[in-house]
């Protein structure tokens, strides 16, 4: 080993000196992208978003096909390294070289910066559409069959934007420039949340921009898939007007709307804050009292059933309201069943924490939705990692724990004239969730 390679100097243990410097070789950081592989083998989403994207390139001067470029996008965002820079690098990996069928050591590099860079520029609006639907319906197809009611839950959110993107506006709520994305996410039987489309959308957009197509397409693809399921728009009170409620009436689906206070609601819902006010003279600070009534606002088509939350938190009364056309629940479990969509927003801190999907740097705001896309898909191969870890301790693993625990792992590389070995750490502690995901996923 040349010695002089090794740079980097720690204190001595036991006598001796401990040296260390980027010198391994044929060595990843990331290993556990293999799992990752079999998601995608499974599921098959990289390749159906591949086949949605028409190649304007003359195909026998390519060195990167299309689907190369894609997985090895979505694989890196995987692992962390959401800025495409860092593929200057890890285009080198032997690890992501693997996962992309690519020979680990005698094979091409991946592609650089440059050429991701003009890929995600590449793309056109039909091509964006043809790929969104390719995850809706990979993800549709990914719930339980015994599904016989589907939350489809919607909430938008923030992406802050630090340079001339186009769309990229000034948003007075947020106080920022951004873009305003909207995330939708389908629950089977299974109650486990599963990312089904990211849409993202000018800075300056109003709550309900993009929602009614989006709404129409995933309804035609459940209607497909589950025929007889009853299925339920779940959002806030952003998305609670007589638009999105026509809307739902049109596609013949349910609703729960959280739904802005007025002087008419205040009055018919006057008892039940009465009451409230009276409970709080005898119980204190969290006494709550539920209530419904009926209740048209002009442009609705007719009377719709509202339910109220009536609480008074420091002395204060704060009633909340709720629009919904499920008739069966109690007003306190329709209620409970409102404050559901909370989960959502754990699985948007996931998107934009741990898969950092607010990077959206490009100038183009097409090439900024394929971002979200790439990202979007990220987010679906992990959550088929999620699914497999069924009966673990990680059952309830967010994407960071399961990249930091399951994905990062060093291995040794070596490629011989008839395998390729991956050689891990005999001491990784998660060896049997590593296997229990494995014979999931390749079973």
């Not at 195909?59 to 996008?73: A, K, P, W």
């Not at 015994?146 to 839950?153: E, F, G, N, S, Y």
């Not at 009055?267 to 009534?293: H, I």
Request: charge should be neutral; include cysteine; charged fraction near 25%.
């Amino acid at each position: 080993m040349d010695n002089s390679k090794l740079d980097l100097v720690f204190h001595s243990i036991c006598g001796k000196r401990v040296v260390a410097g980027f010198d391994g070789g044929d060595l990843s950081s990331d290993a556990g992208l293999l799992l990752l592989s079999l998601a995608e083998t499974r599921i098959g989403l990289l390749k159906s978003m591949s086949q949605g994207i028409v190649d304007p390139r003359e195909q026998d001067q390519v060195d990167h096909h299309v689907i190369d470029m894609l997985q090895e996008r979505v694989y890196a965002i995987a692992s962390g390294y959401e800025d495409a820079n860092d593929l200057d690098v890890l285009r080198k990996d032997p690890g992501i070289k693997a996962v992309c069928g690519r020979l680990p050591i005698s094979g091409e590099n991946l592609a650089s910066q440059p050429t991701i860079s003009r890929f995600e520029n590449m793309v056109t609006r039909k091509d964006l559409f043809r790929m969104g639907m390719a995850v809706a319906e990979t993800v549709i197809s990914d719930l339980p069959g015994d599904t016989t009611q589907v939350i489809i839950d919607v909430d938008p959110s923030d992406d802050p934007c630090h340079g001339q993107q186009e769309f990229e506006f000034f948003n007075g709520y947020y106080d920022e420039h951004c873009y305003l994305p909207i995330f939708v996410h389908v629950t089977g039987s299974d109650g486990r949340q599963r990312l089904v489309c990211g849409l993202l959308r000018p800075g300056n957009a109003y709550a309900t921009k993009g929602l009614f197509g989006v709404l129409r397409r995933i309804v035609g693809l459940l209607r497909v898939r589950f025929p007889d399921a009853q299925i339920i728009l779940r959002g806030d009170s952003g998305y609670g007007d007589g638009n999105v409620i026509a809307c739902c009436h049109d596609l013949g689906i349910d609703f729960v709307l959280g739904l802005k206070g007025n002087s008419r609601v205040h009055t018919l819902s006057s008892p039940v804050q009465m009451d409230a006010c009276l409970k709080y003279r005898w119980e204190g600070n969290g006494c709550r009292e539920y209530g419904e009534f009926r209740y048209k606002a002009g442009p609705w088509k007719k009377q719709e059933r509202v339910v109220i939350k009536a609480e008074i938190t420091l002395g204060k009364l704060n009633p909340r309201f709720v629009v919904s056309s499920l008739q069966k629940m109690s007003p306190e479990e329709l209620y409970e069943f409102y404050c559901g969509r909370g989960e959502q927003e754990n699985r948007i801190k996931e998107m934009k924490l741990d898969l950092q999907s607010g990077r959206m740097s490009c100038h183009r705001f097409m090439a900024n939705q394929f971002r979200l896309l790439m990202h979007t898909a990220s987010c679906v191969l992990i959550g088929v990692l999620q699914q497999a870890l069924n009966g673990t301790k990680w059952a309830r693993s967010q994407v960071g724990t399961i990249r930091l625990r399951l994905l990062k792992i060093g291995a040794k590389i070596t490629e011989s004239y008839r395998r390729i070995c991956v050689h891990m750490p005999t001491a990784f502690p998660e060896k049997e969730t590593w296997y229990h995901i494995y014979r999931q996923l390749s079973g």
